[in-house]
T-cell receptor
């Protein structure tokens, strides 16, 4: 158990819908990262928050957004869903926001868009 | 931009045999390399990492990786594998900007599925 929790574990929805994925980092970690894992794209970095502020952005679509709240949990919002958004979404947390930090990954949320 | 190439998508091997999972990277700035393991239906776990110093790094469960700057490689090895090592292994590089600014985000390779047969 990494100490990072993600809810829900599974999510099945229809095209055009909007969903929210939630992540609680390890106790004391200030940085949260979101990654998408799909068969065709592999594991891709989406976005990073550090202590409530956006720190870095990767290949995140405009239909996707995220935020980190004062209690440091984070939410990833996916809207106008398409079939291609079906994937495993991971959240990871680390103490700071440095290349030397170990990132601890949650178990992931499997999103299926029908 | 940094990138990671894992040369083998699948590696089948018999129990107690040695194994090498290959990883090559490209980077224009300082390099920080990681190997993560993903067991079925689980998240990723850090196996080992190279930040600086000795080019040979080891994990607690017998894996080791060697950073080779001239060949831009970070291959993962284990002299004798167990059934429990069956998993997907990901090589990753951490981004460091040209001015030395680091955010910690990881760029992953496509993964190598290691299957250990009895």
């Amino acid at each position: 158990d990494s100490g990072v929790t993600q809810t829900p574990k599974h999510l099945i929805t229809a095209t055009g819908q909007r969903v929210t994925l939630r992540c609680s980092p390890r106790s004391g970690d200030l940085s949260v990262y979101w990654y998408q894992q799909s068969l065709d794209q592999g594991l891709q970095f989406l976005i990073q928050y550090y202590n409530g502020e956006e720190r870095a952005k990767g290949n995140i679509l405009e239909r996707f957004s995220a935020q980190q709240f004062p209690d440091l949990h984070s939410e990833l919002n996916l809207s106008s869903l398409e079939l291609g958004d079906s994937a495993l979404y991971f959240c990871a947390s680390s103490s700071w926001a440095s290349h030397t930090d170990t990132q601890y990954f949650g178990p992931g949320t499997r999103l299926t868009v029908l | 931009a940094q990138s990671v190439t894992q040369l083998d998508s699948q590696v089948p091997v018999f129990e107690e045999a040695p194994v090498e999972l290959r990883c090559n990277y490209s980077s224009s700035v300082s390099v920080y390399l990681f190997w993560y393991v993903q067991y079925p239906n689980q998240g990723l776990q850090l196996l080992l990492k190279y930040l600086s110093g000795s080019t040979l790094v080891e994990s607690i469960n017998g894996f080791e990786a060697e950073f080779n700057k001239s060949q831009t490689s970070f291959h993962l090895r284990k002299p004798s594998v167990h059934i429990s090592d069956t998993a997907e292994y990901f090589c990753a590089v951490s981004d460091v900007e040209a001015g030395g600014t680091s955010y910690g985000k990881l760029t992953f390779g496509q993964g190598t599925i290691l299957t250990v047969h009895p």
